[in-house]
């Protein structure tokens, strides 16, 4: 299974982004999906999630801002950012729980996408 993070760029701050990240492979089911961030010179960070259910959970910071939304048939999750703040600059990293008949429930990791919210 690989994951492709995408939709990164450098918006203004009040701007919006969309994130996707794409699920590919064979014989795999998604559990929960994740979005991290990792800022300049600090720690990776939680940002949201979204189970098989629908379900969501958001960090503090971004509720209110962040939406995260799936297309199971295409096994995309999309992370829409609103009213981007300049400490939403970092590098986003989506995270599934996956299970395969090979290797059972894992996590996997995409390459991360940069965010930059700047004027």
């Known amino acids: 299974v690989q994951l492709q993070a995408s939709g990164g760029g450098l918006v203004q701050p009040g701007g919006s982004l969309r994130l996707s990240c794409a699920a590919s492979g064979s014989s795999f089911r998604i559990n929960v999906m994740t979005w991290y961030r990792q800022a300049p010179g600090k720690q990776r960070e939680f940002v949201a999630n979204?189970?098989?259910?629908?379900?969501?959970n958001y960090a503090d910071s971004v509720n209110g801002r962040f939406t995260l939304s799936s297309d199971n048939a295409k096994n995309m999750v999309y992370l829409q950012m609103n009213s981007l703040k300049p400490e939403d600059t970092a590098v986003y990293y989506c995270?599934?729980?996956?299970?395969?008949?090979?290797?059972?429930?894992?996590?996997?990791w995409g390459q991360g996408t940069l965010v930059t919210v700047s004027s």
């Open positions: 995270n599934g729980i996956i299970t395969t008949p090979e290797m059972g429930m894992k996590g996997y």
């Open positions: 979204i189970a098989s259910d629908g379900s969501t």
